[in-house]
């Protein structure tokens, strides 16, 4: 069984920049949700997509969109980055609506914003 | 709006000496609370559900317990490698997001 994946591992960025983060979802599991955390904190949750619809969203501005493909893997995109954004970028999945309540982790993107 | 209350935030241990975490919560109507181990600069790695109160989970030297206001994350003489950030989260929402606590740091001495 192949685990959740991230790409990049670490990424710098200037303020201002775009940034798109990827994510390929652990077999099986239809439904991916991103996470922010920022240094000492635990993660918060930016939003979730299931078969390829947004299907929920946290508090966070229109700058972070999200993609899901057709075969669950996603992608995180933030634009007009600012230097509040560096933090850990962690995506993890799960069997969706029909199935259990567990998420699994990716190892995460570190994004630094200069 | 949901809650997660962790404590202490930094823990230090003697191998073999056990302790207890603590997990405070508040959500509108519990769907499971989890928690996680997660090691610096990695992801969290799931360790238990809990669904209701009086559940008890195990895991080597690890015990998760569940009462209606917080969780408990017990563990039993601990060596070295258990060392890592422990977080607690629950779960609510149409989107079943998580819903995270600050984490607790547990160092543990040889």
């Known amino acids: 069984e192949t685990g959740v994946t991230q790409s990049p591992t670490h990424l710098i960025k200037t303020r201002g920049q775009q940034v798109t983060l990827r994510c390929s979802s652990q077999?099986?599991?239809?439904?991916v949700s991103w996470y922010q955390q920022a240094l000492g904190q635990g993660p918060q949750f930016i939003f979730q997509?299931?078969?390829?619809?947004?299907?929920g969203r946290g508090n966070f501005p229109p700058r972070f969109s999200g993609l899901q493909f057709p075969n669950y893997s996603s992608e995180l995109n933030v634009n007009a980055l600012e230097l509040d954004d560096s933090a850990l970028y962690l995506c993890?999945?799960?069997?969706?609506?029909?199935?259990?309540?567990?998420?699994?982790f990716g190892p995460g993107t570190r994004l630094t914003v200069t | 709006e949901d809650q997660v209350t962790q404590s202490p935030e930094a823990l230090r241990l003697q191998e073999g000496e056990s302790s207890s975490l603590n997990c405070s919560y508040t959500?509108?109507?519990?769907?499971?609370l989890f928690w996680y181990r997660q090691d610096p600069g990695k992801g969290p790695e799931f360790l238990f559900t809990?669904?209701?109160a009086g559940e008890e989970k195990e895991k080597e030297r690890l015990k998760a317990t569940l009462t209606k206001k917080e969780s408990f994350l017990h563990i039993t003489a601990p060596k070295p490698e258990d060392s890592a950030t422990y977080l607690c989260?629950?779960?609510?929402?149409?989107?079943?997001?998580?819903?995270f606590g600050s984490g607790t740091q547990l160092t543990v001495l040889p």
């Open positions: 809990l669904y209701s």
């Open positions: 997509y299931y078969r390829e619809e947004e299907n």
């Open positions: 993890a999945s799960s069997s969706g609506l029909a199935g259990g309540l567990e998420q699994y």
């Open positions: 077999s099986g599991h239809n439904t």
């Open positions: 989260a629950v779960v609510s929402g149409s989107a079943r997001q998580l819903t």
């Open positions: 959500v509108s109507g519990l769907r499971g």
